[in-house]
């Protein structure tokens, strides 16, 4: 999508620091780290948010969380957060669809 960030790193034209590249998914380091272990997991597809799933996107959401276990246990992370905020009410910011994986620090609940 035009000036979409995230499909411009999954393009290569915005340089992220990239930790998984699979032919659906990419995941990158946020660039405003909010735990010492601050990483998004993002479909190469454009979906707005999770509002914008549809029946053929299922598939497609299951590896984003599979993503998201797999990068945990590569890093040797002992616990996590997986975090989608959807819509600008729950602070979204960029709008192309991303699960947040924190870590690295205590994280509270309920979230802020
Ligand atoms: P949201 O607020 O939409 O849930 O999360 C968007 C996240 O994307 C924020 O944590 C923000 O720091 C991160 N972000 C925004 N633009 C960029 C960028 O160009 N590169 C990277 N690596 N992260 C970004
Ligand atoms: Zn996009």
């Known amino acids: 999508m035009n000036n979409c960030p995230f499909c411009k790193i999954a393009a290569g034209e915005l340089p992220a620091a990239i930790v998984h590249r699979s032919p659906d998914v990419i995941a990158f380091r946020d660039i405003h780290p909010q735990a010492p272990t601050h990483i998004l997991i993002v479909p190469i597809k ?16 299951g590896r984003l969380i599979a993503t998201a276990k797999d990068i945990a246990r590569d890093l040797g992370l ?11 009410e ?10 947040h994986l924190l870590s690295g620090r205590a994280l509270h609940w309920p979230p802020g």
Request: net charge negative.
């Open 90 to 99: 729950a602070g979204q910011s960029v709008f192309h669809l991303h699960v």
């Open 46 to 61: 454009h979906l707005v948010s999770v509002d914008d799933v549809q029946a053929e996107d299922v598939q497609l959401m």
């Open 78 to 88: 002992r616990g996590y957060r997986l975090v989608i905020n959807t819509g600008r």
